[in-house]
């Protein structure tokens, strides 16, 4: 039981395949290439016609073919099967084949006599034509125009007091009263809409004998920290809000008594006080009287 057979490989070999096998001999065969540069009558050919996968090798050697002519060469059907022995029919459908890859167009132009005819187009890169055909399409359709935005209507303003009797001088001191806030505070800085807004509201203040001062601690004091949305918005809250009552109503003084100078009457050289041009005492002037 423990005799071992010396002719057993020690572990299993790895199977061998593919072109590692010993027994199977390199490929030899297949094509190459014995190339020489061209200098002269050459055609460049792309590798999209030549392998193109889905033409026929009548439509690629066609293909060729018409891409080495030179302009004005002749590229009919009757030419072109005169030319090669595959007949009009062969060379027809090989024609169709180019034309649906883009090989190949055919344009009925109009001579200068008047005179139709068709032009054939060899195409050695349909690609780069496509490109270039979308690339106008794509410059002359004008960008689609923004949506339109919607407006935003601005809130009015609150409505503010009133003055009894407005005169340019009062409105004018209002005026400058709101102009001169920003210097105290640089968040009030105001436009003229809301300036002219506002100016009514101050000047009614103004006309409540509320001095200059006043209106304008009654503005600025206690503005919130976290600063303001709208300054207009709360000035008018708070002319409104905080307008002082009127000013008392007060009765007009007596004016002082007038005080004349002392003269010397010309009739009894008595002093009396009289407004000039008086020349007699009160006296005199009932003697005189009497007597006219």
Not at 38 to 44: E, L, Y
Not at 59 to 69: E, K, P, R, V
């Given at each position: 039981m423990d005799?071992?057979?010396?002719s057993a490989p020690p572990r299993a070999h790895a199977r061998v395949t593919g072109n590692k096998h010993p027994n199977r001999a390199p490929r030899t065969g297949g094509l190459?290439?014995?190339?020489?540069?061209?200098?002269?009558?050459?055609?460049?050919?792309?590798?999209?016609?030549?392998?193109?996968?889905?033409?026929?090798?009548?439509?690629?050697?066609?293909?060729?073919?018409?891409?080495?002519?030179?302009?004005?060469a002749p590229a009919d059907i009757k030419t072109l099967a005169a030319r090669f022995p595959e007949g009009a029919t062969r060379i027809a459908a090989a024609l169709r084949e180019l034309e649906s890859h883009?090989?190949?167009?055919?344009?009925?132009?109009?001579?200068?006599?008047?005179?139709?005819?068709?032009?054939?187009?060899?195409?050695?890169?349909?690609?780069?034509?496509r490109q270039r055909a979308e690339q106008p399409c794509r410059e002359s359709t004008?960008?689609?125009?923004?949506?339109?935005?919607?407006?935003?209507?601005?809130?009015?303003?609150?409505?503010?007091?009133?003055?009894?009797?407005?005169?340019?001088?009062?409105?004018?001191?209002?005026?400058?009263?709101?102009?001169?806030?920003?210097?105290?505070?640089?968040?009030l800085l105001l436009s003229a809409d809301d300036t002219a807004h506002l100016a009514p509201g101050v000047a009614a203040?103004?006309?409540?004998?509320?001095?200059?001062?006043?209106?304008?601690?009654?503005?600025?004091?206690?503005l919130p920290p976290e600063g303001l949305r709208r300054p207009a918005a709360l000035l008018a809250h708070r002319l409104a809000s905080q307008l002082p009552p009127p000013a008392p109503f007060r009765t007009q003084a007596a004016p002082p008594s007038v005080r004349h100078p002392l003269r010397t009457c010309d009739g009894c050289d008595r002093a009396f006080r009289a407004p000039a041009p008086t020349t007699h005492c009160r006296d005199c002037r009932t003697d005189l009287q009497e007597a006219a």
């Open positions: 005799t071992q057979n010396p190459e290439h014995d190339n020489a540069r061209h200098t002269t009558r050459f055609v460049v050919i792309g590798n999209h016609l030549a392998q193109h996968p889905e033409l026929s090798l009548l439509a690629i050697g066609l293909g060729t073919h018409l891409q080495s002519l030179p302009k004005g883009g090989y190949l167009r055919r344009e009925r132009v109009r001579t200068p006599s008047g005179r139709i005819v068709t032009r054939t187009i060899s195409c050695n890169q349909p690609a780069a034509v004008p960008p689609a125009p923004p949506a339109p935005r919607e407006k935003r209507v601005r809130k009015a303003l609150p409505a503010v007091p009133r003055p009894a009797y407005s005169g340019p001088g009062l409105l004018q001191a209002a005026t400058d009263l709101l102009a001169d806030l920003r210097r105290h505070d640089s968040r203040w103004l006309e409540r004998e509320a001095t200059p001062a006043a209106v304008r601690r009654a503005l600025t004091a206690d």
